[in-house]
């Protein structure tokens, strides 16, 4: 066989130092035809550094690596595509576009990079440009190489193979890189100073920083349990809401906006979690929608939801402060106007039901002179048909009135 000498010789590539390791040929650079999977910029980086450093490319070394950090820094974090954007990688490595183009060549043959797009000079005649090309676009890709080499364990070939764990070699393989070195090459320019060693962290709390509350919970709830995670109820109370129970507050909500008129504008979540109370207690739609009219009469709250909460809440309380056992100590025959009531009413007189509640409590709000008329002469009547809302709104007109 005849020497190579002279031109001819500087000119061949020199021999690989792996006999065994091959370069990628170009008919499978592509991303349809590679056999290196697919990779995410944060993988795709330390596998790149551990292919220059292993020496399989004879041409590959510190400038191949500042292509593929600034490759990396512009990859898409989740498909691991590219733009190729030749003039300004050269600008951003300071090197020539002959150079990046030299160093694009050796990842493809590495393995790290496949053609997703072929770029072409064509115009597209694209509407109020006068020139306008396609981009090439590169996919991050990992070789076999490097999988062999850190026991990793793949699911299918190609392209679209996954990772699936590392095998016994590899996890001792990782362990013994967690003491070295992470990778084969040191990237630290000559001359460079170690840092210094960081002092321990103080013992003693830090400033004033109150400690945690963890009572209402853990941040991090399995799938099993996402569903009975307690949260706040009626009265301040941790009580589980299922999935379903939520659907039918907002099922609700949307039945009482629409009568409700200054409740239009909160959103359907918002108002069936302001509305949980009410729902508590047993009130369909149209019993709740009666409690909120009188809730606001004369004008239109900006948050809906939170001054139903407020509101709700301000009601509560007088109810926690009394007494559990007032009511059971109470006399209803030592009640005057209760027994004159019982003395005095109608023997044929219908049982009033809940619908003639709902009606009254729904629709008396412009009677309100009748209402007051009739609390005058009969307030727990009033207040069984009415509510209590509908007669402080009623004997209030009356009183301005007079």
């Keep these: 066989m005849r020497r190579t000498t002279g031109a001819a010789s500087r000119c061949a590539p020199p021999a690989c130092p792996d006999p065994v390791w091959t370069r990628v040929p170009r008919a499978s650079q592509e991303v349809d035809s590679t056999s290196a999977r697919r990779s995410q910029p944060r993988a795709w980086l330390p596998a790149v550094t551990w292919l220059v450093g292993a020496g399989l490319h004879p041409r590959a070394g510190g400038t191949t690596l500042a292509v593929a950090r600034d490759l990396a820094a512009r990859m898409d974090y989740r498909l691991g595509l590219v733009l190729y954007d030749l003039e300004g990688t050269a600008a951003r490595c300071g090197v020539s576009t002959a150079t990046v183009k030299r160093h694009v060549r050796v990842l493809r043959e590495l393995g790290a990079l496949a053609w997703h797009r072929h770029g072409s000079k064509k115009n597209l005649r694209l509407p109020g440009r006068s020139y306008t090309a396609t981009a090439t676009i590169y996919a991050a890709t990992i070789p076999a190489a490097y999988d062999t080499a850190m026991g990793h364990r793949l699911d299918g070939t190609g392209y679209g193979a996954r990772l699936l764990g590392v095998t016994a070699e590899g996890r001792m393989r990782a362990v013994g890189a967690g003491r070295a070195t992470p990778h084969p090459v040191d990237n630290r320019h000559q001359g460079a100073v170690r840092p210094a060693s960081r002092a321990p962290h103080s013992p003693v709390p830090h400033h004033d920083v109150p400690r945690a509350d963890l009572d209402g919970g853990i941040n991090y709830t399995s799938r099993a349990n996402r569903s009975t995670r307690r949260v706040r109820g009626s009265g301040g109370r941790p009580s589980p809401r299922s999935p379903w129970q939520v659907a039918r507050d907002i099922g609700i909500a949307r039945q009482v906006r629409p009568l409700v008129g200054w409740t239009r504008r909160e959103g359907l979540r918002r108002?069936?979690?302001?509305?949980?109370?009410?729902?508590?207690?047993?009130?369909?739609?149209?019993?709740?929608?009666?409690?909120?009219i009188g809730l606001a009469v004369d004008w239109r709250p900006a948050r809906p939801a939170a001054y139903i909460t407020a509101a709700l809440a301000r009601?509560?309380?007088?109810?926690?402060?009394?007494?559990?056992?007032?009511?059971?100590?109470?006399?209803?025959?030592?009640?005057?106007?209760?027994?004159?009531?019982?003395?005095?009413?109608?023997?044929?007189?219908?049982?009033?039901?809940?619908?003639?509640?709902?009606?009254?409590?729904?629709?008396?709000?412009?009677?309100?002179?009748?209402?007051?008329?009739?609390?005058?002469?009969?307030?727990?009547?009033?207040?069984?048909?009415?509510?209590?809302?509908?007669?402080?709104y009623a004997v209030k007109r009356a009183a301005r009135t007079a």
Excluded at 278 to 284: F, K, T
Excluded at 366 to 386: F, G, I, K, S, T
């Design 315 to 392: 009601d509560r309380r007088p109810e926690a402060a009394r007494r559990p056992d007032e009511e059971l100590t109470a006399d209803p025959a030592a009640h005057q106007e209760w027994q004159w009531w019982l003395n005095n009413r109608r023997a044929d007189t219908p049982a009033r039901t809940d619908d003639d509640r709902r009606h009254a409590r729904l629709y008396a709000w412009d009677r309100w002179h009748e209402v007051a008329a009739h609390y005058d002469q009969d307030p727990d009547d009033a207040l069984d048909l009415y509510g209590t809302r509908l007669c402080a």
């Design 271 to 292: 108002l069936g979690f302001a509305l949980r109370p009410l729902i508590d207690r047993g009130l369909e739609a149209h019993d709740i929608a009666a409690e909120l």
